[in-house]
């Protein structure tokens, strides 16, 4: 059994903390919402995961010191655009000997660095890893059979992570490319926003397929050039997150990329979702990346003038299809 603190109390937070609860661990959530905190401990419920029930074991707090302090592990579940705010209100009660793990998946807008880059810049001491993997919260608080990997350059980090998550219905990989898993996780979002447009469209699977396929070429391009292995593009936290997360109506980027297509406006599909949406938050930092690594792009940079330009999404399809001709 582990003692387990979980920075966050959104789905995925709350998920993690049900399977976890419910595999051995003892878990506290810190959440920086009163509500959720409350319908957590009193009613057992989160409100984005309707069909989960909170164990009673399971503790949220908004106290980061009652959160923090005997955890041997913390998960870090937060938007990525709060993952440094968030770091710096609890850095002071973290120890060294305590297992960070970032279970977020973006970037820093501002800096446009990765999420790892943050932790290493804020907590510089820190044994961390990064979670990731094809996972939609609402199946793995339900149990559902899953496969994540754990990236680190440490052993004990990813030994730890290991021994408090496997189960029958929960199997981890390893990997050292800690870059190669994160802008996987990062990248993919951007692709199932571009999947949900191509839904919100009336597109086909032809068009599905096309988008899939070449949009992975575009996350291994920069990916590598970035630092990362090509082969973690081609494993979980890359094809497999990317294949869970434009399939399934789960997945709030490809719900908010499908109300772009249909008409709708950024701040309509934000409302409409009501939770973070990762992929417009990040279109934008990938479009630089791609300008500063020099890596041609066509996806990204169509889907960035779409949410940014005023390209209409029709076009958008037209534009990408009669591009020059090349060799695959």
Not at 31 to 36: G, L, R, V
Not at 88 to 116: H, P, R, W
Not at 243 to 260: K, P, Q
Request: hydrophobic share 40%; net charge negative.
């Amino acid at each position: 059994m582990k003692k387990i603190a979980i920075i966050g109390s959104g789905s995925w937070g709350a998920a993690l903390g049900i399977y976890l609860a419910q595999n051995g661990n003892k878990v506290k959530i810190w959440s920086f919402n009163e509500d959720e905190k409350n319908m957590i401990n009193n009613e057992r419920k989160c409100v984005f995961l309707p069909k989960a029930v909170i164990p009673d074991s399971i503790i949220c707090s908004s106290d980061f010191k009652e959160v923090l302090e005997d955890a041997e592990i913390v998960l870090h579940v937060t938007p990525s655009k709060f993952v440094r705010s968030t770091i710096k209100k609890y850095k002071e009660f973290i120890k060294d000997n305590q297992i960070l793990v970032m279970c977020s998946k973006g970037f820093e807008a501002e800096t446009e660095l990765t999420l790892d880059d943050v932790i290493k810049e804020e907590l510089p001491n820190i044994k961390y890893g990064i979670l990731s993997g094809p996972s939609h919260a609402e199946e793995v608080s339900l149990n559902i059979p899953t496969a994540l990997v754990i990236a680190s350059t440490d052993d004990k980090v990813k030994n730890e992570i290991i021994e408090a998550f496997k189960s029958s219905t929960m199997r981890l990989y390893t990997s050292k490319d800690v870059r190669g898993v994160e802008l996987g996780a990062a990248l993919k979002n951007i692709i199932a926003f571009c999947a949900g447009v191509c839904v919100g469209l009336n597109l086909g699977d032809n068009t599905f397929a096309a988008l899939l396929t070449r949009g992975l070429v575009e996350i291994s391009r920069l990916g590598t050039a970035m630092g990362g292995e090509e082969k973690t593009f081609y494993g979980l936290t890359g094809l497999g997150d990317l294949i869970v997360t434009c399939g399934s109506m789960h997945s709030r980027n490809r719900r908010a990329g499908e109300m772009i297509g249909k008409g709708f406006s950024i701040e309509e599909a934000k409302k409409e979702i009501g939770m973070t949406i990762e992929s417009i938050d990040n279109i934008d930092v990938a479009y630089k990346l791609s300008k500063k690594y020099n890596v041609e792009m066509p996806i990204v940079h169509t889907v960035y003038d779409v949410l940014y330009n005023g390209l209409e999404p029709k076009v958008a399809v037209e534009n990408l299809m009669t591009r020059n001709l090349k060799e695959e």
